[in-house]
């Protein structure tokens, strides 16, 4: 990367900060050796949507393109959920295993689980995986009140979680957002104010939710649920290389300039 102009400071890989998490939701060994030529650099973690994994015929190319670029995987969270539904944790545990992914996404946004029970299974796999526990709504009808958001994050980091990632969906219409995508500000800044931002990832899909994350917290916010074609577009606007957030890094020039 060239270097004559004066970047914000971002931390190279591995890091703790500013991190970047792809949703991969169903791509082609062929699109991810494109993305990862272009972006590797960018990308902290990758998650496969869903149930994709449990049916992709090329996994393990796939995988091994990602290895490649040492961009580390987990499988969505829904497999979690089905697995813990229907008593065959002990058998995706085997099959992470197999395929050498060593962090696992604990959520209950498909499955109900009640919140004890996902707190024992986050205990219960904190000690093989690097875990990912997943708080919020999926439901844009559903709301929950932050202060049991910053309970739910509370208990989850209690329980051996690395990371919470706070729903936004794919989408980016519920937990975190209205249905119209804008943000929930007063439950965001509660969440902040409540836990340490740097276990946090914000699930943020649109441009204009990552532009509003980034100008409230910083070049260094963590970032989730970013599609594979925006993940460019998202390093440009933590480095004031995109006019949404140029100013904010780079000032602007006198009125009458």
Not at 158 to 184: I, K, N, S, W
Not at 198 to 220: C, M, N, S, T
Not at 227 to 239: I, M
Request: include cysteine.
């Amino acid at each position: 990367m060239p270097d004559f102009l004066p970047l914000p400071d971002r931390r190279p890989k591995p890091r703790s900060a500013g991190l970047t998490h792809v949703i991969d939701t169903g791509l082609g060994v062929p699109e991810v050796d494109g993305m990862l030529r272009q972006a590797a650099a960018h990308i902290d973690t990758v998650r496969l949507g869903w149930g994709s994994a449990y049916v992709t015929a090329d996994l393990e190319a796939k995988l091994a393109a990602y290895r490649a670029h040492d961009v580390p995987v987990m499988l969505g969270g829904t497999l979690t959920e089905l697995a813990w539904l229907h008593g065959r944790v002990d058998e995706l545990c085997g099959w992470l295993d197999e395929l050498a992914i060593d962090r696992i996404e604990v959520s209950s946004g498909a499955v109900a689980i009640p919140p004890e029970d996902k707190t024992a299974l986050i205990e219960r796999l904190a000690g093989r995986y690097s875990v990912y526990a997943e708080v919020g709504e999926k439901d844009p009808a559903a709301l929950l009140a932050p202060y049991r958001w910053v309970q739910l994050i509370r208990d989850a980091l209690a329980a051996g979680a690395d990371m919470v990632v706070c729903e936004g969906r794919a989408t980016g219409t519920a937990g975190l957002y209205r249905p119209d995508g804008e943000a929930r500000t007063g439950l965001i800044d509660e969440i902040v104010h409540e836990v340490d931002r740097g276990r946090l990832i914000f699930e943020a899909p649109r441009k204009h939710q990552q532009v509003w994350l980034i100008e409230r917290y910083g070049a260094d916010v963590n970032l989730g649920n970013v599609p594979p074609a925006e993940v460019l577009s998202l390093e440009t606007l933590r480095l004031g290389l995109r006019a949404d957030t140029l100013a904010q890094f780079h000032g602007s020039l006198p009125a009458d300039a």
